[in-house]
């Protein structure tokens, strides 16, 4: 079985530039979240999908951050325009729909590491 | 979410049993302990999760007291791969309560 799958693996911009990071779950899995680490923090919150839906997008910083995810499959987060303090890794995982009683597995990507110079 | 205390780094030699305590003295009575691994370059890794007493599988034992204010993350025989940093996470994850906090975690590395 495939597992979360990201792209691009790096990316290196301007800022001022778009960049958009894209995340595909593994097959089946109705949640889907986007966290981040800048460096020297731990790994934050940014939001949650279940399956097409915006389910907590508590962790977003601010209006530049702009996530997709279309039909409930892969996602897309745009970063627009970036800023030097939006550098760090992007990381995104699924798990299956939450049932009562059992304590979902989250299954990561393996991040996108993004420099705005 | 309940705070989570872990220590910064561990050295260890390898074939040496490795335990990482976690304390968690605000646990809630729903909560409960998810720990994670991750190499570099890699996203987090689920390892093992319980809520009580010990839980065990192919790769780690869970140990948690009655109280449930700590738990000791247990790696048996530990190799030069297994050098990682390993997350200790309480909370009720799931469905809309699905996000991970992430501490600062436990920086191990296994010397040869």
């Known amino acids: 079985e495939a597992g979360v799958t990201q792209f691009p693996s790096h990316s290196v911009i301007e800022k001022g530039q778009t960049v958009t990071l894209r995340c595909d779950p593994i097959s089946g899995h109705d949640n889907l979240y986007w966290y981040r680490r800048v460096m020297g923090k731990e790994i934050k919150f940014l939001l949650h999908f279940v399956k097409e839906s915006k389910q907590d997008e508590s962790g977003m910083p601010n209006n530049r951050f702009l996530a997709e995810r279309t039909g409930g499959t892969y996602s897309t987060l745009k970063v627009q325009p970036a800023e030097l303090e939006d550098s760090g890794v992007y990381f995104c995982a699924s798990s299956q729909i939450f049932r009562t009683g ?12 993004l420099l705005v110079l | 979410l309940a705070k989570t205390t872990q220590p910064i780094s561990m050295d260890s030699y390898e074939g040496q049993e490795v335990n990482i305590t976690c304390s ?27 809520y009580k007493t010990k839980v065990t599988n192919e790769v ?39 996000n991970l906090i992430f501490g600062k975690g436990t920086k191990l590395s296994v010397k040869p």
Do not use: M
């Open chain 1, 102 to 113: 059992i304590q979902e597995t989250q299954y990561f990507g393996p991040g996108t590491r």
């Open chain 2, 24 to 50: 968690h003295n605000n646990i809630a009575t729903n909560d409960y302990i998810t720990w994670y691994q991750q190499f570099p370059s890699q996203g987090p890794r689920f390892i093992i999760q319980g």
């Open chain 2, 60 to 98: 780690a034992s869970l140990f948690i007291p009655a109280d449930r204010k700590s738990s000791t993350l247990s790696l048996p025989r530990v190799s030069l791969s297994d050098t990682a940093v390993y997350y200790c996470l309480v909370g009720l994850y799931g469905g809309s309560q699905g």
